[in-house]
């Protein structure tokens, strides 16, 4: 082709998205270099990041800039970001604990997409969103100790929690706001007392240990990866089996966004009342939603239980649900990129900070509050509510 016939406006558009993967690439490998870097130059990076952010306003500018500029490629951050992650494992030197942990995140990150589902595109806040994630963990995990593969054992959580998820929606489908949030607290601490005192089901404070491995085509995840140049440590299986499960949900996500579910999701979002006057029948609109989002922690909660081998009451508390309130928040509400990425920052940050202390959680509040003063609707605002007011 000859470049010279390619428009000015057309060149600088693909440069722009060949710098984007290239620094998306670069950012993968320094994110493997800063898990894998010692303490202490941990916390002069977390340091001088907030300084610089506070301090410096023509840097904190460009680097908005930036964000804008990926924002505006979105096809080359998806193609860098994936090319990225299949090449984390191998970036971060077969590190079985920071791939364990990175697969954690990634489970988080599909919580956080489906929460996004009732706080980005109808506004409504779920405070217990673990009663969901725990309602597929124990699904998941029952029936995979009654001999079923871990396939159909995801399909059966995804299926619980789409029917738990429309009964809460059904019984506070008229409420809103505050309301919703509170009828949602309540159902997420009803979850945990089931959990703790059905112990013929649940085995209660105890827990449920040596949940099945998961098993493909004579494959488990026990067993390490051979690919004759570098063999990867037995923890690369599940990080590749999360990712595909995250790319999935991003893509089911992104189609409803696009079709015309999403633009009902925004007018309602906006003006129910409005709405409910071209004829939409809102309550069983959002009785959908609601089911629909909780399927994701249907989803994320058969790969938490197969990847952990354990779990507890202690897993699916109010923290958790607060957590992943608030990736979708710091990420940016309705973007599922941004919420993508703020779930695996909050689930990161916390286990790189260990070796603080008692003070870790000092630090980790001070980046949240940095991050939000100056970046209130998040780091990757969804641009569809540029024009909204909040």
């Not at 929690?161 to 008229?174: A, D, H, I, K, Y």
């Not at 085509?217 to 923890?235: A, N, Q, W, Y």
């Not at 994701?296 to 992943?324: Q, R, Y």
Request: proline share 4%; with cysteine; aromatic share 10%.
């Amino acid at each position: 082709m000859n470049v010279a016939a390619v428009p000015a406006s057309s060149r600088t558009g693909m440069l722009r998205a060949g710098l984007v993967m290239l620094s998306i690439l670069a950012g993968f490998a320094l994110l493997a270099l800063f898990l894998r870097k010692a303490e202490g130059m941990v916390l002069a990076a977390i340091v001088a990041g907030i300084f610089t952010i506070v301090a410096l306003p023509a840097s904190r500018n460009a680097a908005w800039r930036g964000l804008a500029i990926l924002q505006a490629h979105p096809r080359a951050a998806v193609a860098a970001c994936a090319i990225g992650a299949v090449l984390l494992p191998i970036f971060l030197h077969n590190d079985g604990y920071w791939i364990h942990v990175l697969s954690i995140a990634m489970i988080f990150a599909i919580m956080a997409i489906g929460l996004n589902v009732h706080l980005g595109e109808i506004g409504l806040v779920n405070l217990g969103y673990a009663g969901l994630f725990a309602v597929g963990a124990y699904a998941s995990t029952l029936l995979s100790q009654a001999g079923a593969p871990f396939w159909l054992a995801t399909l059966f959580a995804m299926t619980v929690c789409w029917t738990t998820g429309g009964l809460l929606g059904f019984f506070s489908v008229r409420t809103s706001g505050d309301y919703f949030a509170l009828v949602t607290l309540g159902f997420g601490l009803i979850v945990q007392q089931l959990i703790i005192n059905l112990t013929w089901l649940t085995q209660g404070n105890n827990g449920i240990t040596n949940i099945p491995a998961v098993s493909m085509l004579g494959h488990t995840s026990k067993m390490p990866i051979d690919l004759g140049i570098v063999r990867l440590v037995p923890e690369t299986n599940f990080f590749y089996l999360c990712l595909v499960a995250l790319c999935g949900s991003l893509v089911l996500a992104r189609h409803y966004q696009k079709v015309w579910i999403g633009r009902m999701w925004t007018a309602l979002r906006q003006d129910a009342i409005g709405v409910s006057c071209f004829g939409l029948d809102v309550p069983r609109f959002k009785i959908l939603t609601v089911a629909f989002g909780s399927m994701f922690a249907g989803l994320a909660g058969s790969l938490f239980a197969h990847e952990i081998g354990f779990i507890s009451p202690d897993d699916f508390t109010l923290l958790h649900s607060v957590e992943v309130l608030a990736s979708v928040i710091l990420g940016g509400i309705g973007n599922l990129f941004g919420v993508t990425v703020g779930a695996i920052i909050l689930s990161v940050a916390p286990e790189k900070l260990r070796f603080l202390g008692d003070y870790r959680l000092l630090m980790y509040g001070a980046m949240l509050v940095v991050l939000l003063i100056y970046r209130p609707l998040g780091l990757l605002p969804d641009p569809r509510r540029r024009f909204e007011s909040f």
